[in-house]
């Protein structure tokens, strides 16, 4: 999954309004990715281009090319003569993502288990720690994009690679999902389980590892509240405080 941006927080930047650059548009797809991230932006909600270009002060065209980003990430839906609007996941559309993700993530746990080296265990680590950082200081956003870049991780150590790529789409899928529907200041697991699955791999337990992965899903999944919401346009000023 691209990295949409780890500064999370509740505040929303503030952005100057000069020039058109690529560093500028970088930072205006960060933004709208966390406030999406962090349901400022609700689900369904529209995304007229001419507005977002008046709130930000940048051009339609650059405002579009951000809008396509994001529907490539699945974030953002793009409907033909109704244009871009907020992603809203379904719950058949979550039973789903994290069916596959059953399938796929435990059935690589083995791999994972014969593969992994020190070193690996030592970034997975470090992952998981900043993960439980960001929860603890209320950084939504940056925990969600963290826990699927673990799992991510974890997937290309199997060797892989085309299952991995997978992987990254699935928890793209899931990274909204439960941005939307999940419980604040937690991602619907234990905050040590990743720990926990770290060591099943490091002891080069592939079962135990396959079966712990089974629950966390599971967890995860069962953690989600899907209740559909009325679709209102947003107030973008106040959204992004520009």
Do not use: W
Not at 166 to 184: D, K, N, P, W
């Amino acid at each position: 999954m691209t990295d949409a941006g780890e500064s999370g927080g509740a505040k929303p930047r503030r952005l100057g309004k000069n020039g058109d650059g690529a560093e500028r548009h970088e930072a205006i797809y960060r933004t709208i990715s966390d406030a999406i991230i962090e349901h400022r932006l609700k689900p369904g909600a529209r995304l007229r281009e001419d507005a977002l270009a008046e709130v930000f002060g940048t051009s339609r065209t650059g405002v579009r090319k951000i809008l396509q980003r994001l529907a490539l990430e699945q974030l953002v839906t793009l409907t033909p003569r109704r244009g871009a609007s907020v992603t809203r996941p379904t719950a058949e559309e979550a039973k789903d993502v994290f069916d596959a993700r059953q399938m796929v993530e435990c059935g690589l746990m083995p791999e994972v288990a014969r593969h992994i080296k020190p070193d690996d265990v030592r970034e997975l680590r470090d992952m998981a720690r900043r993960e439980r950082e960001a929860l603890k200081s209320g950084e939504q956003s940056r925990a969600i994009k963290l826990s699927a870049a673990f799992h991510e991780r974890l997937a290309q150590l199997s060797g892989n690679a085309t299952l991995a790529a997978f992987v990254g789409q699935l928890c793209s899928r899931s990274s909204l999902i439960l941005a939307v529907y999940g419980s604040s200041g937690h991602l619907g697991c234990e905050s040590h389980d990743h720990d926990d699955l770290i060591g099943f791999l490091e002891a080069g337990d592939g079962e135990r590892a396959t079966a712990f992965m089974g629950r966390h899903l599971k967890a995860i999944e069962a953690s989600l509240s899907i209740v559909e919401e009325e679709q209102e346009a947003p107030d973008l000023h106040e959204i992004f405080g520009v």
